[in-house]
């Protein structure tokens, strides 16, 4: 058994409270990683092509700031 599976098994035992804790765990350890990611790619100059390319559709009027 991989250890996907043996987490989903742990998951499915868990009561009400411990689930909606581990969900609040779980929704912060991926915001910390999708952060982490983002992070190393701007400073790996991986969005710079996005960046550009936004910067000169606000530029020519076909977007707006909110």
Known sequence: MGKVE???QEVGKLSSSELAAFRGWF?????????SQ??????AGK???LA???????RAGRCSEL
């Open 47 to 49: 969005l710079d092509a």
């Open 6 to 8: 043996l987490i989903e």
């Open 52 to 58: 550009d390319e936004a910067l000169k559709g606000f």
């Open 27 to 35: 929704a912060k350890f991926d915001a910390e990683a999708w952060d």
């Open 38 to 43: 983002i992070r190393e790619d701007a400073q």
